[in-house]
């Protein structure tokens, strides 16, 4: 069974950076995987998605693309979800999340098909 664990979030000032990670238990050689978030009272969101192994990365609008950055270490088994220039609109819980295949960017728009997700690591920007 896979276990996913988020780290590295915080509270930040509005133009500051963070890196989050997700450490898989297990391997997912040539799962999807992905960040999402979440605020009080909206549906979970799709933020970044990648292919470990098929290529493809994804983000969910322009207003996270080229601010955020989507990459993995095999190695380690880590997910990482580096953040810069980050806005008062960027607080949530961040989520990470994966599932068997490779997927497309339509899968931002899909949480229920992830099978596996992370406890959540807060982040917040004033």
């Known amino acids: 069974h896979v276990q996913l664990v988020e780290s590295g979030g915080g509270s930040v000032q509005a133009g500051g950076s963070l890196t989050l990670s997700c450490k898989s238990t297990q391997s997912v050689h040539n799962w999807c995987l992905g960040w999402f978030r979440q605020t009080l009272g909206k549906e979970r969101e799709g933020v970044a998605l990648m292919n470990d192994n098929a290529g493809g990365t994804f983000y969910a609008d322009s207003s996270v693309e080229g601010r955020f950055t989507i990459s993995r270490d095999r190695a380690k088994n880590t997910l990482y979800l580096r953040m810069s220039d980050l806005k008062p609109e960027d607080t949530a819980m961040y989520y990470c999340?994966?599932?068997?295949?490779?997927?497309?960017?339509?899968?931002?728009?899909?949480?229920?098909?992830?099978?596996?997700w992370g406890q959540g690591t807060q982040v917040t920007v004033s």
């Open positions: 999340a994966s599932k068997p295949f490779r997927c497309t960017s339509d899968a931002l728009f899909s949480p229920r098909e992830f099978r596996h």
